[in-house]
């Protein structure tokens, strides 16, 4: 069985002050040692011999680790977006781009400062010069404004959510 870790409890330290038969100690001792058996027979791999007693193969026991089953080639379900999704998205960012060229320059400055370039609406509003509750409406207006050009163009309604805007 290998260097493997032997944990079988003292019962007599485990229920001091507990008399404790002889007969049932031994039995539990027997049966800890056979669940330990049975333990390492049911997770360890098992050899599968050819009709000249060569081992040709291994099959691997009923609990297998992750590591192992990489190691030796499982394939797993793939969670990253297939083609359509991966299609999907890129459509819908070039629709995005495509409204966003149809706003007027400061408009789209006003975009790519606050969604590109993560600029605070204080930043923008130091920046250009308006004030901060300015910059927020024009944003909102801009927002719908992207919306309503996706929404009659390329999109449908439900895929379209922009944050700060209204809906």
């Given at each position: 069985m290998g260097n493997r870790?032997?944990?079988r409890p003292n019962y007599e330290r485990l229920?001091?002050?507990l008399e404790i038969d002889p007969e049932v100690l031994d039995f539990l001792k027997k049966s800890d040692m056979k669940m330990e058996?049975?333990?390492?027979?049911?997770?360890?791999r098992r050899?599968?011999?050819?009709?000249?007693?060569?081992?040709?193969?291994?099959?691997?026991?009923?609990?297998v680790s992750l590591e192992h089953l990489i190691e030796?080639?499982?394939c797993f379900a793939d969670d990253s977006p297939g083609p359509e999704a991966l299609n999907e998205e890129k459509e819908e960012i070039n629709a995005l781009y495509s409204g966003i060229n149809?706003?007027?320059?400061?408009?789209?400055?006003?975009?790519?400062?606050?969604f590109f370039e993560n600029m605070t609406l204080r930043e923008y509003a130091d920046i250009s010069g308006l004030s901060k509750s300015k910059i927020d409406r024009d944003k909102k207006k801009i927002l719908d404004k992207?919306?309503?050009?996706?929404?009659?163009?390329?999109?449908e309604r439900d895929k379209v959510h922009f944050r700060g805007g209204s809906n």
């Amino acid at each position: 069985m290998g260097n493997r870790v032997k944990f079988r409890p003292n019962y007599e330290r485990l229920y001091p002050g507990l008399e404790i038969d002889p007969e049932v100690l031994d039995f539990l001792k027997k049966s800890d040692m056979k669940m330990e058996y049975q333990d390492y027979h049911r997770k360890r791999r098992r050899p599968v011999k050819n009709d000249n007693g060569d081992i040709i193969a291994y099959l691997p026991g009923i609990e297998v680790s992750l590591e192992h089953l990489i190691e030796n080639g499982a394939c797993f379900a793939d969670d990253s977006p297939g083609p359509e999704a991966l299609n999907e998205e890129k459509e819908e960012i070039n629709a995005l781009y495509s409204g966003i060229n149809v706003l007027n320059t400061n408009e789209r400055r006003l975009i790519n400062a606050l969604f590109f370039e993560n600029m605070t609406l204080r930043e923008y509003a130091d920046i250009s010069g308006l004030s901060k509750s300015k910059i927020d409406r024009d944003k909102k207006k801009i927002l719908d404004k992207l919306r309503n050009y996706l929404i009659n163009n390329h999109l449908e309604r439900d895929k379209v959510h922009f944050r700060g805007g209204s809906n």
